[in-house]
């Protein structure tokens, strides 16, 4: 499946030359998407420690503003989940254990970016790059971590369980984050309306974290995005 | 296209930029610290705490821990490689070590940094007791060990479950010994240190003497079985019926017919007086049940191998008389009293034995007429958390909240999990389904400056029942949870190379059910039941801080 994704990925990529807009073009839409996120971090010496992948949703008001026949700067607001799981894996002389934590981060961002398209015909292909501005929303977890109120048959209180919404830390959590996006897209114009399949990836620059000075892991989160839409072209076609 | 190919470079140049921002790798203390130098020895330290104390909620609300690393990084590069051989440049930096973590408010944190030892808990009650001495004093103070006794409170060594049986109940279990020739005949075989005036501090030789001779002992002694008991292959506890020493000598006699396997778990009360002096339990409990847990183990002196005895744990219950009255203290009628010196009972639970005392325990809560209990945790410094189960699983019969507690999930400083909740649970089993409804009546606990761990984890409980309270002293503030270390639990215990030996921390951060910690602060008594430690009227016999208990359970019953 992934082979077939990044066939077709390239293929658009190849063919985006033979095609363009027409310039002062201006197009609002709707799209939405699947989210494939994940952590970039540094574990160090804690090797239990790891981050895997979450999978989320995105609902975009894509908006493009064609500066060109093939120029066109790219923004809107997005709403997205960027979730993963973070685990600790224990091994002792007489056991693993396994404990975890789920995130599920909500960010509203705003996309700019320059892109290059080319037209043919009622067919488009953009290329494009920039970076997105984005404020973590909200953070909701669920998790199972090591407790300490046992019962004698040891069925009970070995592991604590919670879940609920993350109290966000004025002094730790960064709710802003920065970071660089790029893009391709494929559509198909009806009139003044166009389809659109589009694929982005959004690389974190900032850390999740602050407040601490020195020897602070740094953890940044990335979005691999694909998403379906549907966009209006409010004046200056051809 | 020129102009597209452009862009298409800016763009890769600046990816690949970004790519190469530096991305701390969290470096493991011990290995932060090999290049010899105070300052890298520092560094381990800082970045393991850092990475791995449970409490910066409370310790780094305004980057405190980021100044304390400005701070003391230029001292700490001062004083360069580490030589101990140079003892005064060692002292300077094993007392910077100290003066870089006095702040944390862990009442469990120690660190032990060339062979000396530190705890913050330590220092902010030194700093509490004496305001006249500068933080540099108090730091040389607990730098020179011996030093620190005077100036700690005084009931933090001198009130305990052993002091409070010694003063308080008038039994002995230590008692000051004499050589003579009489005592060497009747206790040769017991092990003693005799000092050169012939005389040494060692457990009551009459318990000793019904030791076995290796092992562990769990011995019982009880008013309902005053003359000691034996037990048979059944199980059945027969009870001696008199203090006949023959009698006693010859079970077989006392109880035809029955195949006995073993003295015990009872034995003579009588066996706790010393020198004339009768123990005064009697006086206040209609009932009662003392657990002495002892280790014994080959010594050898002069003249052979001996027995050597050393009590581990002890363990009282107990049911005041059934009217108001007068003992060493007023005292309310039909009162559940418990002590014990730690909270140690889990390795132990299944020995036939420590079964008995906890079943004689869960009598007195069962006791119809029971009017309220008493949790004397004066001294305990805690132990196993399935003790909570162990003692009072019999007084819930759904999991009962105490508190909540939130660990590490990674390495930020505020890595930590949402809390979670924390109980007690009903344990049918252990029990026989026999549930007390004590918890729903007066229980007060009794605490000190020496109350830590699972005795401040009592005190949790006893606040979350409807009608519970605390009399006495504060606590030290010591709620966290130990076990494993940096690599098993992802935060607690760590050491810094051959130096640092170990730093002693917690990997759980527990607040009461009101989302309230205490870490570091402390569990104060209620207003009005405050209670100082006077070591003059406790060694002459008066408890006051029982006294004020048994007045709490009068004034809420």
Known sequence: ?238 | MKKHKLTLLIITMLVFLLCSCSQNSPVLPSDMAMSGTWEDLFKGLWTGLSDNYVFWDLDDANGEWDKVYEEFIPKFRELGNIDTSDRVATKKGTILLFDSVKNLSDGHFKMDAFGYSFSPSEYRILKKEHPELSDQEVLEIIYDYYEKFDRLPADMFYEDSKSIMENTFSIPLTTTLVKTDDFIAKYGSLYFKWDESGKCNALNPKIQLRTPAYGEAIMLYSSSHKFGSVTTYDGEILDFTSDDVEAYKHPEVSFPGKAIYSYGPYYPVSDLSWEGEEQKLDSLFSDWTLCLVLSVSPEYDQTGYKKGVNLKMLALSGITKETDGRAMVDYTANTVYFISSGFNFLPLKDQAEMKQFLMDFHKFKMNENAAGMILDMRGNGGGYNADREILFGDMFREPHLIGYQKNKTGAGRLDLTQEFPLYIYPEADFYGNEFSDIASKPVVVITNTATASNGEITVLMVNSLPNGGQTGGVTIGANGTLAGDILTYNSGKFSVGKYITSVYTPYGNIRDTNHVSYEGKGLTPDKGYEENFNSVDFFAGTDSRLGKAFEWIKDHR
């Not at chain 1, 509203?108 to 398209?117: D, H, K």
């Open chain 1, 1 to 238: 499946m992934k082979k077939l994704t990044a066939i077709v990925i390239l293929t658009v990529l190849l063919l985006a030359p033979l095609f363009s807009r027409s310039g002062g073009d201006r197009y609002v839409g709707l799209s939405a998407g699947y989210v494939y996120s994940s952590i970039s971090t540094d574990t160090g010496y804690k090797t239990g420690q790891s981050y895997a992948p979450g999978h989320g949703f995105s609902i975009s008001i894509p908006m493009v503003f064609q500066v060109h026949d093939n120029i066109g700067i790219e923004t809107g607001i997005d709403f997205l989940q960027k979730n993963f799981k973070s685990s600790y894996t224990s091994v002792s002389l007489s056991d693993t254990i396994q404990t975890y934590e789920t995130n599920i981060n909500s960010y509203i961002e705003l996309p700019l970016a320059l892109s290059l398209s080319l037209t043919d015909g009622r067919m488009s292909a953009t290329l494009g790059a920039g970076g997105y501005f984005g404020f973590w929303a909200a953070s909701y977890r669920e998790g199972k971590t090591m407790g300490s109120s046992i019962s004698l048959d040891g069925e009970k209180g070995e592991f604590g369980y919670y879940s609920g919404y993350h109290e966000f830390s004025d002094r730790y959590d960064n709710r802003f984050a920065f970071g660089l996006l790029f893009r391709s897209s494929l559509e198909y114009r009806l009139d003044s309306v166009v389809l659109m399949l589009r694929l982005s990836y959004r690389m974190g620059i900032t850390d999740m974290r602050k407040g601490q000075k020195y020897y602070a892991p740094v953890m940044r989160n990335n979005a691999l995005i694909a998403e379906c839409g549907i966009m209006y072209n409010f004046g200056g076609g051809k």
